[in-house]
């Protein structure tokens, strides 16, 4: 092996046993505060929704609460996921072709400026007011979704073996309190500019009811989301690139060292010979060393790569796809949930300002005892027990939840009540919300978390963040059809039962059955995927293996080198 190969496997050596440091707090903290922004914009849309209905597009005639047209209500919450989508293939490619750092500011700077945007959509009615609100949360979601590779990729490669796990997730576990935040900062507008705006119910007064200044809490809820992102901005432009993809990609390990004794405080015992020969010595074997490797390293297209990482990357992106269409699918018996409870009484009850406070009042309970626990529970675990067994636990305790709620249901439910069908009499409600809180408490103590790690050390580190933005992308997919096409499915199967402007459907039982078989789908796809607990990531990805073929290749050409240097002098 030669010197320069030398530092660069002590390098990653010294990474691997490297103890928990200061700064792998900091980085959990400026890459985590990119996945708070994250959630906390995605998830925030569903507590205004109802709002945005209410401001633009009452009808007098329909003497009820306005509501979101269901082309315009999957517009706006979808097309963040489409840019979402997007943005995780573009910066998952980018990320691998001019390195973490150089595009990891970038989305951060890309959120910060759209989420202000989105608070300033322009526009005299609804039409171009949702226009310019969905043009900008899309490229917010184009933003957002470059941040799962990139964060991914980076927390991965600056962790130890011991705790790689934890790290990645608790990067991932600040989604948890961003949503939690999301609610929060709502509940707090709400009750603010309810206190100074005090209205009727809409069956007292249908006018009053909405204040025009209503339209100011959706936009301030927005551009709040801007904050954490933009405090953070600096420190994530001023974190150097990764010693792996510096040593390994860009093939500078002096440099990948030189930047790790800064930020991990460790000393690598090389030497560095000053003199004009040994430098063009050192010059012509990273040369001989560059060249050898591009034998040696395979592309993502290509057989080697399919041999040795097709059922990974199969794996990984089937888990993401099935979880994330249970996942974003919870709109389905979200609302027979929370009226079951009276946590939310009929829209006509309630004033629009009332309505935000107790849909975010709702979600920021469900996110205390479901989504946050969730979370930190596998940050907890996930380096004792492995990732492989909390992703199979977890789709089999939502395949058992789901299929539970299928065929009993509206047992657990109950009835319309006789005095107020907007309530559910009889059933047994305690049961009802424990189904709905475990089946989401063992996502995120599961596949949630798992399918967002696993990919971020499965493969070389010249395709890892391309891999990694090609699952999650799969995982955006999966949550397009969660969200939009299981609302359409779920609707009532009986013509004038369902929604109104929605055609009919199945029904919400079979819709619960077809999101179990997703789930069991899930379930026998993580046997593709290996554990990847406790090891290397080199020794995960094969470039071990790599690197010992690239200084066979690298031997002979210093051994033909020699020889024909001899030869010629003979001449």
């Given at each position: 092996?030669?010197?320069?190969?030398?530092v660069?496997?002590?390098?990653?050596?010294?990474?691997?046993?490297?103890?928990?440091?200061?700064?792998?707090f900091?980085?959990?903290?400026?890459?985590?505060?990119?996945?708070?922004?994250?959630?906390y914009?995605l998830?925030?849309?569903?507590?205004?929704t109802?709002?945005?209905g209410?401001?633009?597009?009452?009808?007098?005639?329909?003497?009820?609460?306005g509501?979101?047209?269901?082309?315009?209500?999957?517009?706006v919450?979808?097309?963040?996921l489409?840019?979402?989508?997007?943005?995780?293939?573009?910066?998952?490619w980018?990320?691998?072709?001019?390195g973490?750092?150089?595009?990891y500011?970038?989305t951060?700077l890309?959120?910060?400026?759209?989420?202000?945007?989105s608070?300033?959509?322009l526009?005299?009615n609804?039409?171009?007011?949702?226009?310019?609100?969905c043009?900008?949360?899309?490229w917010?979601?184009?933003?957002?979704?470059?941040d799962?590779p990139l964060?991914?990729?980076?927390m991965s490669?600056y962790?130890?073996?011991?705790?790689?796990?934890?790290?990645i997730?608790?990067v991932?576990?600040?989604q948890g309190?961003?949503i939690l935040?999301g609610?929060t900062?709502a509940i707090?507008?709400?009750?603010?500019?309810n206190?100074?705006?005090h209205?009727?119910a809409f069956q007292?007064d249908?006018?009053?009811?909405?204040?025009p200044?209503?339209?100011?809490?959706?936009?301030l809820?927005?551009m709040?989301?801007?904050l954490?992102?933009?405090?953070?901005?600096?420190?994530?432009?001023?974190m150097?690139?990764?010693?792996r993809?510096?040593?390994l990609?860009?093939k500078?390990n002096d440099?990948a060292?030189?930047?790790?004794e800064?930020?991990?405080h460790?000393?690598?015992?090389?030497k560095?010979?000053?003199?004009?020969?040994a430098?063009?010595?050192?010059?012509?074997?990273?040369a001989?060393?560059r060249?050898a490797?591009?034998?040696v390293q395979y592309?993502?297209?290509s057989?080697?790569f399919l041999?040795?990482?097709?059922?990974?990357?199969?794996g990984?992106?089937?888990c993401?796809?099935?979880?994330?269409v249970?996942?974003?699918?919870?709109?389905?018996f979200?609302?027979?949930?929370?009226?079951?409870?009276?946590?939310?009484?009929?829209?006509?009850?309630m004033s629009?300002?009332?309505?935000v406070f107790k849909i975010?009042?709702?979600?920021?309970?469900?996110?205390?005892v479901?989504?946050?626990?969730g979370y930190?529970v596998t940050v907890?675990?996930i380096d004792?027990i492995?990732?492989?067994?909390?992703?199979?636990?977890?789709f089999?305790m939502?395949?058992?939840?789901m299929?539970?709620l299928?065929?009993?249901y509206y047992?657990?439910r109950?009835?319309?009540?006789?005095?107020?069908?907007?309530?559910?009499?009889?059933?047994?409600h305690?049961?009802?919300?424990?189904?709905?809180?475990?089946?989401?408490?063992?996502a995120?103590?599961?596949?949630?978390?798992?399918?967002?790690?696993?990919p971020?050390?499965l493969?070389?580190?010249?395709?890892?963040?391309?891999?990694?933005?090609?699952?999650a992308?799969?995982?955006?997919a999966g949550a397009?059809?969660?969200?939009?096409g299981?609302l359409y499915?779920?609707?009532?199967?009986?013509q004038?039962?369902q929604?109104?402007?929605?055609?009919?459907?199945?029904?919400?039982?079979?819709?619960?059955?077809?999101?179990a078989?997703c789930?069991?789908?899930?379930?026998?796809?993580?046997?593709?995927?290996?554990?990847?607990n406790g090891?290397?990531?080199e020794?995960l990805?094969?470039?071990?293996?790599?690197?010992s073929?690239?200084a066979?290749?690298k031997t002979?050409?210093?051994?033909?080198?020699?020889?024909?240097?001899?030869?010629?002098?003979?001449?």
């Open positions: 092996m030669t010197g320069q190969s030398a660069g496997m002590e390098v990653l050596r010294t990474l691997d046993k490297a103890k928990t440091q200061g700064y792998h900091k980085s959990i903290i400026i890459a985590g505060m990119g996945f708070f922004t994250d959630a914009d998830f925030s849309i569903s507590t205004v109802r709002l945005l209410r401001l633009y597009y009452y009808d007098p005639a329909l003497g009820k609460p509501t979101l047209p269901p082309n315009v209500a999957a517009a919450n979808g097309v963040a489409v840019g979402t989508l997007l943005g995780q293939l573009f910066f998952g980018a990320g691998d072709k001019f973490r750092k150089k595009v500011g970038i951060l890309l959120m910060i400026l759209t989420s202000i945007a608070g300033l959509s526009g005299s609804a039409t171009s007011v949702m226009t310019t609100l043009f900008f949360r899309f917010l979601g184009f933003g957002i979704g470059g799962y964060s991914a990729t980076i490669e962790s130890n073996t011991k705790t790689r796990g934890a790290f997730g608790a991932f576990a600040m309190f961003g935040s609610a900062v707090i507008l709400s009750s603010a500019f206190a100074a705006y209205r009727p007292v249908q006018i009053r009811s909405t204040p200044q209503a339209d100011y809490v959706w936009r809820l927005f709040f989301g801007a954490p992102a933009a405090l953070t901005y600096y420190y994530r432009i001023r150097p690139e990764t010693a993809y510096t040593a990609v860009e500078n440099q060292a030189r930047d790790m800064k930020v991990l460790v000393q690598f015992q090389t560095h010979d000053d003199s004009s020969v430098m063009g010595v050192q010059k012509h074997q990273a001989a060393e060249e490797d591009k034998k592309k993502l297209f057989h080697e041999r040795r990482h097709g059922y990974q990357l199969l990984c992106t089937v993401w796809f099935m979880l994330d249970a996942f974003y699918s919870q709109n389905l979200q609302k027979d949930i929370f009226s079951a409870v009276g946590w939310i009484p009929a829209a006509k009850k629009a300002l009332e309505e975010s009042r709702a979600q920021a309970l469900i996110a205390l479901s989504t946050v626990p930190w907890a675990l004792r492995g990732r492989w067994w909390i992703q199979l636990n977890g089999f939502m395949t058992l939840f299929l539970v299928t065929f009993d047992n657990l109950g009835d319309p009540c006789p005095a107020d069908s907007s309530k559910y009499c009889g059933g047994n305690l049961a009802f919300i424990a189904m709905y809180a475990l089946t989401f408490f063992f995120n103590f599961g596949p949630n978390s798992t399918t967002f790690i696993v971020a050390e493969f070389p580190a010249r395709l890892r963040s391309t891999c990694h933005g090609i699952s992308a799969s995982g955006k397009i059809v969660g969200a939009f299981f499915a779920s609707q009532n199967e009986h004038g039962k929604d109104h402007g929605y055609p009919t459907g199945i029904g919400i039982k079979k819709s619960l059955l077809v999101l078989v789930n069991a789908i899930g379930f026998f796809f993580t046997f593709f995927v290996p554990e990847t090891k290397s990531l020794e990805s094969g470039e071990n293996e790599e690197e073929n690239g066979v290749e002979k050409a210093e051994n033909l080198n020699r020889h024909g240097t001899v030869s010629l002098s003979a001449r």
